[in-house]
């Protein structure tokens, strides 16, 4: 940590300065002969030692913190060439950091001042001078407990800061209010004037909470993974804690152990307005009795299905198997079971309790908001002997699929005039399932074509037993059918050829 010894030069003349080589070449300064660099020297070192005799400052931190003894206090540092090198180095350099002792400090500009102190006037040198000291001084300080105390003092703070505390009190009713806001049920609720003026405080209420991130609300890590950064304001005595990934900053002063969010807010002012919008909205649903009691319902049927949900999800699948079968029929509509299931497996409906209205709509979530109007049609559907009536229904769409089941000479696509029977697309999807991923579309379409090029022969596909299946088809009209198949769900484009389909699979 600080200065290495190997890096340092001192000079009598300077008492307050500590020379230093600059630049991954250069390892030491031979001399300072020159004139302007000398009265460069001269006038920062005035400028050290007056602020230093001024203020009185108690300088031994600053000296451990650089690895340095004596009066030296400022580093200064000189290119390879013997010339001065304009800019001060920012302490942050040293800090937690160890250098190289075999060439000069690194030239990077995030580790230098901006200012240019060889064109600075005296008083503006004199200022410069002053604040750069302070960053050292501070630095100094925060420099004697590693980056990790640091961070996990931050992190303590930030959730003792009240608006923090408050928001993971709060934690059930913000978020409910937030998917609320958000909701597809918002629009089947009554008196839309008061649910316009609902969703505007709840907008004001939130303000405070929309900053903190859901997962630095978690008390056991505390916050996230991401790396984290922190920068030094001397002046003001604070750290700059900031998260990119999470666009999230906020401010830590040290004296004080205390965080400061980048938009502070008073958290009893924010305590009533959440408890306000909580109320305003548990007085609205009071509103709409007939709603809540068709999403009882639902939550109702929805309970009941899932006792027999795995021959629901087989009859399902069977199903949209028979329609993707027989194109110009639906089935699933035709089974009102069947339908209601679709729409309640794909909705989240809670059925136990919830302290109020507000947070047990808010994890309510419709496939279609049009089930609400369906409920009580369903609920009269639901058969009293739910198994047995199950049960039937699956052995009906069973025969049904075996009767909608592809035939040898079935047409699968016809283009231009040339019918594709199943029993050719057996065979396709069989040469699709041993090379569709090996080569590209043109090849598979020139071994179905029959055409023995040179590439064709030199990779065996001629011998194959797919070769000329589609002989009597003109390529492009093979390329079109590739399509077709992928269009109707056979095939699917993979980046180099096809491949066969989960339904194709099950077809096959």
């Keep these: 940590m600080g200065l290495p010894s190997t890096l340092t030069h001192e000079d009598e003349r300077y008492p307050y300065i500590v020379l230093t080589p600059i630049g991954k070449k250069n390892k030491h300064i031979r001399s300072i002969g020159h004139k302007f660099e000398r009265s460069i020297l001269s006038r920062l070192n005035e400028a050290v030692a007056e602020y230093v005799e001024k203020k009185g400052l108690n300088v031994k931190s600053l000296q451990d913190f650089l690895n340095i003894k004596g009066k030296s206090i400022l580093p200064v540092s000189f290119l390879k060439d013997d010339m001065i090198y304009p800019h001060l180095i920012k302490p942050e350099l040293f800090l937690w950091n160890s250098l190289p002792e075999e060439h000069g400090l690194p030239m990077d500009s995030k580790y230098v001042y901006e200012q240019n102190i060889t064109v600075l006037s005296a008083d503006q040198l004199d200022q410069h001078v002053r604040e750069v000291i302070d960053d050292y001084l501070f630095l100094a300080e925060i420099s004697k407990k590693d980056r990790n105390y640091w961070l996990s003092k931050i992190i303590s703070s930030y959730h003792h800061h009240p608006i923090v505390k408050l928001a993971k009190e709060q934690k059930e009713t913000v978020t409910a209010v937030e998917q609320m ?9 009554k008196y839309p004037e008061d649910i316009s003026f609902w969703r505007y405080r709840a907008g004001i209420a939130l303000r405070p909470f929309l900053s903190l991130p859901n997962q630095w609300l978690n008390e056991e890590k505390g916050t996230c993974d991401h790396k984290k950064t922190l920068t030094f304001n001397a002046k003001e005595k604070k750290i700059n804690y900031t998260c990119d990934s999470c ?3 906020f401010y830590y002063f040290p004296e004080s152990n205390e965080v400061r969010l980048e938009n502070e807010f008073d958290d009893k002012l924010a305590l009533r307005r959440i408890k306000t919008i909580h109320k305003q909205f548990n007085d609205i649903a009071d509103q709409n009795a007939d709603l809540l009691q068709q999403l009882r319902q639902l939550s109702f049927l929805n309970n009941r299905l899932e006792q027999v949900s795995s021959q629901l ?9 028979i329609e993707r079968l027989q194109v110009d029929k639906t089935v699933i509509t035709a089974y009102p079971l069947l339908e209601m299931y679709e729409k309640l497996s794909n909705s989240t409906l809670p059925v136990e309790s919830f302290p109020s209205s507000l ?6 979530e419709l496939a279609d ?3 609400v109007k369906q409920a009580e049609k369903w609920e009269n559907q639901l ?8 049960s039937h229904m699956l052995q009906e769409l069973h025969e049904k699929l075996n009767e909608a089941a592809y ?3 079935d047409i699968i696509i016809s283009i231009k005039g040339l019918q594709l029977k ?7 999807l069989d040469l699709i399932h041993y090379y569709g991923t090996d080569y590209p579309a043109h090849t598979l379409v020139q071994v179905l074509a029959g055409k023995s090029t040179n590439k064709i022969r030199r990779l065996h596909l001629h011998e194959t037993r797919w070769f000329g299946l589609l002989s009597d088809w003109p390529e492009k009209h093979i390329q079109r059918l590739l399509r077709q198949l992928e269009k109707q769900g056979w095939l699917m484009k993979q980046q180099k050829g096809y491949s066969i389909s989960e339904f194709a699979e099950e077809v096959m």
């Excluded at 806001?181 to 609720?189: D, E, H, P, R, V």
């Excluded at 947070?359 to 309510?364: H, P, R, S, T």
């Design 359 to 364: 947070i047990w709509l808010a994890q309510v």
């Design 369 to 371: 908001v049009a089930m």
């Design 313 to 321: 999800t087989e009859a399902l699948h069977l199903a949209k198997q």
């Design 407 to 409: 035939q040898e000479d």
């Design 422 to 428: 199943y029993a050719a697309a057996q065979q396709m």
């Design 383 to 390: 058969p009293e002997d739910l198994g047995p009536a199950v």
């Design 181 to 189: 806001k958000q909701s597809a049920l918002i629009s089947l609720l």
């Design 247 to 249: 666009g999230v900053q």
